[in-house]
Structure formats: structure tokens, C-alpha cells
């Protein structure tokens, strides 16, 4: 190894072994331990219930949440492409606390916020600007949240199917955006939206799952596009394309485990994104996802989501001599993962939800933490719950494919399934 390769390889152990240290220090086994002025604080303000068990601290988590909808500074100017993302981090995360169905002044609002986004029959990142698959996902997943008529009536169906088909490149994968890049996220992002609607037409599906397969690696992942590293949020965008299009057969899902499995790090619990990478919180939701949409492909069941007719969600197959599930506690520690998400990724005291210890928190990763919390507190359909810390902590489910609460899926595939055919 050259010199330049060993100091490269020594800053990347001692950052994980700084990684670990700190987070060593949050993931504390007994607080009676800790002094008696801290612990009460810590229960004062929510962080540990009144047995000394981990807790969500749901009420600061809606704070923050509400606090985004109100109004954002101008250190916030970096994300104007990306306000149906705000839009949907911060509405489906105030959806898994339970705060966002009362709240039908949020609602309209963000119903508007979309609306002025809307670009060539789909989504742009603001107002006026250029119609994009990446905000298109996003605010159809933030309609979908919202789950009211004004909300579904918000998408031009048959001018948002043209921009679809517009967007399917020659590989069969997706471009982000006229004349942008072909990676098997612009894949996933055109599928879902196009499941959601209900446009999954034969002209806009052909080969786009062998597209997505085509991505997997040597190391059991999924890379953007095919020969590149495998990579967490790219994997979660090929499985739940392959799910959606009912094709896993075509992919090695044991070597899809394995990878995943080996994401989850010892010390901290969480996940990372790439071999060699530190952990953070986001990789709750897109490598825990993963994992759960693995498992779910392998029963064959619809996860307690039937399609309404003529909708095409049917991951799996219902044949008789497929093999038994992997139960997911046996790839991944869902508890190990949970109590990650509340002692290091949860900030304290002032609630929201950060990549790691060190970091600010933000919406992206106090959606995508919450995400990974409720996939690994549900992990299969049919078993109970697995909760860590506060019996409080559960949350209700998130659609494994969609990341939107299962009955909000069922509301739009309902209401776009009884429409014509396009």
C-alpha cells in the first residue's frame, strides 16, 4: 500500500473509532447510573419515562415539525429547489407522531405550497421551476400524506403520465429530468408515482425492472446505475421498484441480506449507507426498508396492502413453493437500531432528530429516523410490535415501498384506481 493509501486508511479507522466513542457515551444500558440533578432533567424534558426507559419525545418532535411549516429562516435558502420535499419530510414524520390528521390549516396550506410547484403536468422544486421526478415523488407522496379529494385533485393525471413516459430512457431506467442523469432512483421515483396514480401502463413498465436488477453488484447491494458501488438509498429504490413490479425473482435477495446485514454497525446500532461509512440515522429507514421489503417479497403477501383492482401492487408471488421468509430479526437487531434512533439520533433537549451525535438535526433525517423506527418496530406484518425503551415509543406503520402510513396508500389507490385508463 502506497502512502497515500495508508493515511487514507488509518483517517478512515480513527474517524470510526471517534464514531463509536461518542456514540458509546449516548448508549447508556442503566441511567440509575447517571447523576440525580441529570436524570431528572432527562425525564423533565421527556427523554426517559417515569421507569428510566428510553421515550420518543413526541411532543418536542411536533414542535420542531409545526415550527418548519410556520415559516423557515434564511440560512434555509440552499433547499428553494426542494420545497415539496420539505413539504413531505416534514408532514409524514408529524403523520407517524399522530399530529397531522386534526390539522386541517396545515393540510390546506401545504395543499397550496404543492399546488405553485406544479410544472409540465408534474412537480418542480418551486414555483416556476423545471418539472423534476425527485420533488415529483415528493409531493405526490406529500398528497398521499395529506389523503383528501383537494389533495388527490392536485395532480394532473393524464399530463403527469406524459411527463413519465418523457422521461423513460432508451436503457429503460429514468431520467431525473430533461437531459438529466439515468440512475435507478429516477427508476423508483417514476414507479411509485406512477403505482400511486395508477398509470402503471405496459409502455411505461417494459424492462424496467430488468433495469433495476441490472444494478445489483458483486457485494449483494444495489448501485445507482449498473457496474457502480452498492449504496443504501439506491438499494432501497431497486427493491421496491422490483416489489412494485412484482419482479424480485430477478435478483439474489440472500446476497441482498447479507449486504444489508453487514451495514448494520456493531457498536452504534444504526446503519450506514456503504461499506466502510460511518452510521447515520437516515439508513434507519432506506437500508431497515430494505431489509423489510426483502423479507416481504419472500412471503409473497401483499403486506396487508391488497391493491384495489386494476392497480398493480403485488410484490412477491403467491406460489405454493416459495421458501419461508428469513424472519427480519434474524438478518438485522431491530432493537439495537431503535435504541440508536433514541439515544443518539433523537437531540436533547430541544426535540428533532439528527444524523449522529455531533450533528444539527434537521427534517430530512427527523423524517427518515422516524421512518426507520416505525419499519423496525413492525418488521413483519403479522407479528407483534417490537418496542425498545417506553412501552409510548410505538409508532404506527409506514408502507414499506411507499413510506406513506398504509391506509393513506390505500385513500389514493383507491381514488386513482377508479378513474379511467389512461
Excluded at 144 to 158: K, Q, V
Aim: contains cysteine; charged residues 20%; negative net charge.
Amino acid at each position: 500500500m502506497d502512502d497515500l493509501g495508508a493515511m487514507n486508511y488509518s483517517l478512515t479507522l480513527l474517524e470510526q473509532e471517534e464514531c463509536e466513542s461518542v456514540c458509546a457515551r449516548f448508549l447508556i444500558d442503566d441511567f440509575s447510573t447517571v447523576p440525580a440533578a441529570q436524570l431528572a432533567q432527562m425525564r423533565r424534558e421527556g427523554l426517559l419515562d417515569e421507569e428510566n426507559r428510553p421515550r420518543l419525545m413526541r411532543e418536542k418532535h411536533v414542535q420542531y415539525l409545526r415550527k418548519g411549516l410556520a415559516g423557515l429562516s434564511g440560512g434555509f435558502v440552499a433547499l428553494d429547489a426542494s420545497r415539496p420535499w420539505l413539504v413531505y419530510w416534514i408532514i409524514h414524520a408529524l403523520d407517524l407522531l399522530e399530529a397531522l390528521d386534526d390539522d386541517a390549516e396545515i393540510k390546506q396550506r401545504c395543499i397550496s405550497t404543492l399546488r405553485a410547484c406544479r410544472a409540465e403536468g408534474a412537480f418542480g422544486g418551486g414555483p416556476r421551476q423545471l418539472a423534476h421526478l425527485a420533488p415529483t415523488y415528493a409531493a405526490t407522496l406529500a398528497l398521499c400524506c395529506i389523503g383528501s379529494n383537494e389533495a388527490f385533485e392536485t395532480i394532473d393525471r393524464p399530463a403527469l403520465y406524459q411527463f413519465l413516459l418523457s422521461m423513460k430512457d432508451a436503457s429503460n431506467g429514468f431520467r431525473m429530468h430533461d437531459d438529466g442523469e439515468v440512475d435507478v432512483r429516477g427508476t423508483y421515483t417514476a414507479i411509485a408515482v406512477a403505482a400511486l396514480t395508477n398509470v402503471l401502463t405496459p409502455q411505461l413498465v417494459e424492462g424496467v425492472a430488468e433495469y433495476a436488477a441490472s444494478c445489483q453488484t458483486y457485494e449483494g447491494g444495489f448501485g445507482g446505475e449498473p457496474g457502480v458501488e452498492a449504496h443504501g438509498g439506491y438499494g432501497f429504490c431497486a427493491i421496491a421498484t422490483l416489489c412494485i413490479l412484482d419482479a424480485c425473482h430477478l435478483v439474489d435477495l440472500d446476497a441482498l441480506d447479507a449486504w444489508v446485514a453487514r451495514r448494520q454497525t456493531s457498536i452504534e446500532g444504526g446503519y450506514q449507507g456503504r461499506a466502510n461509512k460511518l452510521v447515520d440515522a437516515c439508513y434507519s429507514f432506506w437500508q431497515g426498508g430494505t431489509a423489510q421489503l426483502s423479507a416481504h417479497a419472500r412471503r409473497g403477501d401483499p403486506h396487508h396492502i391488497e391493491a384495489p383492482q386494476g392497480v398493480r401492487w403485488r410484490p412477491g408471488t403467491t406460489s405454493a413453493d416459495v421458501p419461508a421468509a428469513t424472519p427480519i430479526q434474524e438478518i438485522v437487531d431491530p432493537i439495537k437500531l431503535q435504541r440508536y434512533i433514541l439515544l443518539c439520533a433523537q437531540v436533547f433537549p430541544d426535540g428533532g432528530l439528527r444524523d449522529k451525535p455531533g450533528k444539527g438535526r434537521d427534517y430530512y433525517h427527523t423524517c427518515y429516523a422516524l421512518s426507520g423506527l416505525s419499519a423496525s418496530q413492525h418488521p413483519d406484518c403479522t407479528a407483534p410490535a417490537t418496542v425498545s425503551g417506553s412501552p409510548a415509543n410505538l409508532l404506527p406503520r409506514t408502507h414499506p415501498a411507499f413510506n406513506c402510513r398504509p391506509e393513506k396508500v390505500s385513500r389514493m389507490l383507491d381514488h386513482f384506481s377508479g378513474l379511467p385508463d389512461l
